[in-house]
């Protein structure tokens, strides 16, 4: 249980590419590298970063179905820069700094699982809904919230071909 411990901190942070590790200058181990008793406990800092998008004009779907209403698709090894509008609409950019209410949506292949990270930098929960194109079929598939100022990962071991998101919102 210990291991786990250690273990998923750091997969979330090598996970969110809209948060970065700084360490010192000086040469000296971070606390975290020399163990518990080793000392200093701001070793580290996370250090905001920008949203930079690989894709700026997502492709769309009319997804099938009672619920046929535009999505917009995300391909593996897209990231897609969101940021809301002065109506609340999340609108497609190609940068978005750190002190912008933005969206990072991000979809990450290794080898055939598929992780789905979105960082939210705004003071809003924002509510999504997804659907995955699984084989040349559109599944509709479960995913949480993502919570102000951090980051959610959702997971699939299927080689999925494209997610399409939508119904974007946020709440407060």
Known sequence: METLLLWVPVVLCLSCSSQR???RGDGA???SAAG???GAPHAQAMVPQPCVATVTSPDSVALPGPDAVPAMLVHPGDVVCLARDERGAWSPVARAEPTARFLE???VVSGRDIMLAIHNSSE???DYRAAMLLHGHWRS???YPVLPRLSAFEMWGDPIEALALYG???KR
């Open 124 to 126: 809003f929960r924002i």
């Open 168 to 170: 974007i919102f946020a």
């Open 141 to 143: 598939t479960n995913v």
């Open 36 to 38: 518990p008793a080793a």
């Open 21 to 23: 590790t700084t360490t």
């Open 29 to 31: 181990r971070p606390a």
């Open 105 to 107: 949506v991000k979809m």
